[in-house]
């Protein structure tokens, strides 16, 4: 009997396969795209000819590919050539640094920024179109908020969108206007499209250029899948021909798995889930909006904000519609996700999956709420009962200023934030991701950091939120590579170091399982393989390691 040689062997003495919570000693073998071996170094030397690739990591962690459950391509990637402003601390030095960033590209129409928040800011001055006017009054200028929720624009941005002093709010969001009824140049939700509808016109060649960086950074992180959750940015930078040509030209190294808007016109839904159905590009669902966000006070709560009495906040869709929306996509068989942060918005996610059990059946359905970031204690255990996996990027718990989201939630809702561990302990599935490019950083290592140490947004190992939530490392892993792999309906190709598994594996430059927690944020990754191919090694990283 001929032994099949290996294409690449990896070995190390911390291996994390997900199957188990602590590391093994062993070596991996890797024939085309596909795991042939894992076992002891000695079972896996008869796999190596004279044409393998050999990788001996010492004591470095190799584990299954990072699997982003939650991000937006597109958005992603147009948020690399654009200004981050999370440092920013006023709406001066806001200004003052886009003025800077406006001057390095003279020959964009459009000034896009992303990621300030005021409530990280040293003085009280609210963010106003005229702030931005005093440094650029001649160029459009359209600022995203770290939430993604809503923007900050200039006059010039208002004027070319046509925003008027008489325009109207949309259903869901609202232009905001000062104590005399006049606009701010704060737009929330869904009237932030009337501006990104123009802000937005990129050329063919621009889309593939930034994607590609994308795909670049995906595999400097190694993350070898990501799933694409609809936002309304979508409607103006979605491509998924796009994506599908770089499929067809093989240059997507990482997978893909796109979640379209949960629109009603199931037609449409259901041309594109047999088109996308490739290894490396997949449709996986439909997503929508059951509310906004806790700083944007667009968040759906049971009870009034903290902060303001007179409102709960409401939902994006009429119940009765998004109810009905759910029963007849989960009837053909569609999977749904939906974005849920106030404890109310999610008791009306798990209502309308509870009620699609009662009307077509109980099936495999693996339908998801994304963010969960306050949940009633009633609910929780709902998750496990009716199936439906928690979907949570743990950044976001350190990424709004804690003193503000606690006063606008206020004490008693302030106890079930981000229950993470609780969810897990009632038998819920959990994924992982980042919901880049609304979370600051695409790096796995952050979200790994903050979900096994809870460290608010002081940033200080001495604050945590809630540290009986803490996931250990293994389940923090497992979450963001197994979790999410079958939160895809592919957990018998991906997520596991397994014969016969896809080959998408990531090797760090240190083993996270023998290190202070302090140092997880130093890690970097050495070498990414997805589908069998090195997609990124580090320049530390030797091709010819002895085994």
């Known amino acids: 009997m001929t032994i099949k040689k290996a294409d690449i062997v990896l070995s190390s003495d911390a291996i994390f396969t997900g199957l188990t919570h602590e590391p093994m000693s062993g070596a991996i073998a890797i024939l085309g795209n596909k795991i042939l071996s894992v076992g002891s170094k000695a079972e896996i030397e008869h796999f190596i000819g004279s044409g393998t690739k050999v990788f001996n990591y010492g004591n470095q962690l190799i584990m299954p590919g990072f699997h982003d459950f939650h991000l937006h391509i597109m958005f992603s990637a147009l948020s690399l050539t654009s200004i981050n402003l999370f440092e920013a601390r006023s709406a001066q030095?806001?200004?003052?640094?886009?003025?800077?960033?406006?001057?390095?590209?003279?020959?964009?129409?459009?000034?896009?920024?992303?990621?300030?928040?005021?409530?990280?800011?040293?003085?009280?001055?609210?963010?106003?179109?005229k702030i931005l006017d005093a440094v650029i009054p001649d160029r459009p200028v359209v600022l995203f908020h770290a939430e993604g929720h809503y923007t900050w624009v200039n006059s010039k941005a208002m004027e070319l969108a046509g925003v008027t002093e008489e325009i109207r709010d949309p259903d869901f969001g609202r232009y905001e206007r000062d104590k005399n009824g006049l606009l701010t140049g704060i737009l929330y939700e869904e009237a932030q499209q009337i501006v990104l509808k123009e802000a937005l016109r990129l050329t063919q060649n621009k889309k593939e250029t930034i994607l590609k960086e994308f795909?670049?950074?995906?595999?400097?992180?190694?993350?070898?899948?990501?799933?694409?959750?609809?936002?309304?940015?979508?409607?103006?930078?979605?491509?998924?021909?796009?994506?599908?040509?770089?499929?067809?030209?093989?240059?997507?190294?990482?997978?893909?798995h796109i979640t379209p808007e949960l629109d009603g016109n199931l037609d449409k839904a259901q041309i594109l889930r047999n088109k996308y159905e490739s290894k490396k590009l997949q449709f996986s669902g439909l997503k929508q909006f059951v509310d906004g966000t806790v700083t944007g006070h667009t968040a759906y709560f049971l009870k009034p904000y903290s902060d303001q009495l007179d409102i709960c906040g409401h939902p994006?869709?009429?119940?009765?519609?998004?109810?009905?929306?759910?029963?007849?996509?989960?009837?053909?068989?569609?999977?749904?996700?939906?974005?849920?942060?106030?404890d109310a918005a999610i008791r009306l996610a798990l209502d309308a999956f509870e009620e699609a059990v009662r009307k077509n059946g109980k099936r495999?359905?693996?339908?998801?709420?994304?963010?969960?970031?306050?949940?009633?204690?009633?609910?929780?255990?709902?998750?496990?009962?009716?199936?439906?996996i928690a979907s949570m990027q743990p950044d976001h718990m350190a990424a709004s200023s804690r003193e503000v989201y606690s006063s606008i939630i206020g004490p008693e809702r302030e106890k079930n934030v981000f229950l993470t561990k609780s969810l897990l302990n009632t038998g819920a599935s959990l994924a992982l991701g980042t919901d880049f490019p609304v979370s600051i950083s695409l790096n796995p290592m952050r979200q790994i950091y903050t979900a096994i140490t809870r460290v608010d947004s002081s940033g200080d190992s001495q604050n945590t939120w809630h540290p009986e939530q803490k996931l250990t490392l293994a389940e923090a892993l497992q979450a963001y590579t197994y979790g999410s792999a079958y939160g895809c309906f592919r957990e018998h190709e991906l997520g596991t170091i397994e014969e016969g598994k896809l080959a998408d594996l990531v090797v760090l430059d240190r083993?996270?399982?023998?290190?202070?927690?302090?140092?997880?944020?130093?890690?970097?990754?050495?070498?990414?393989?997805?589908?069998?191919?090195?997609?990124?090694?580090?320049?530390?990283?030797?091709?010819?390691?002895?085994?």
Not at 515 to 541: A, F, M
Request: net charge negative; proline share 3%; aromatic share 10%.
């Open 215 to 256: 795909l670049r950074l995906l595999s400097q992180y190694g993350i070898t899948s990501v799933n694409d959750l609809f936002a309304p940015i979508d409607d103006f930078l979605q491509d998924y021909d796009l994506f599908e040509k770089l499929d067809k030209q093989g240059e997507l190294s990482t997978r893909f």
């Open 316 to 342: 994006a869709l009429d119940p009765e519609v998004l109810i009905d929306r759910v029963v007849k996509a989960d009837e053909l068989g569609f999977r749904i996700r939906f974005h849920a942060i106030g």
């Open 364 to 388: 495999d359905s693996r339908h998801t709420i994304e963010h969960i970031e306050v949940i009633d204690s009633d609910d929780i255990e709902r998750f496990s009962k009716l199936g439906v």
């Open 511 to 547: 083993n996270l399982f023998d290190i202070p927690e302090s140092e997880v944020l130093k890690t970097k990754v050495e070498l990414t393989i997805n589908d069998g191919k090195v997609v990124y090694k580090s320049e530390e990283t030797s091709l010819s390691s002895i085994f």
């Open 93 to 129: 030095e806001v200004a003052a640094k886009v003025l800077e960033f406006s001057k390095e590209c003279p020959g964009e129409e459009w000034i896009i920024g992303m990621q300030w928040d005021a409530g990280y800011w040293h003085d009280k001055q609210e963010p106003h179109y």
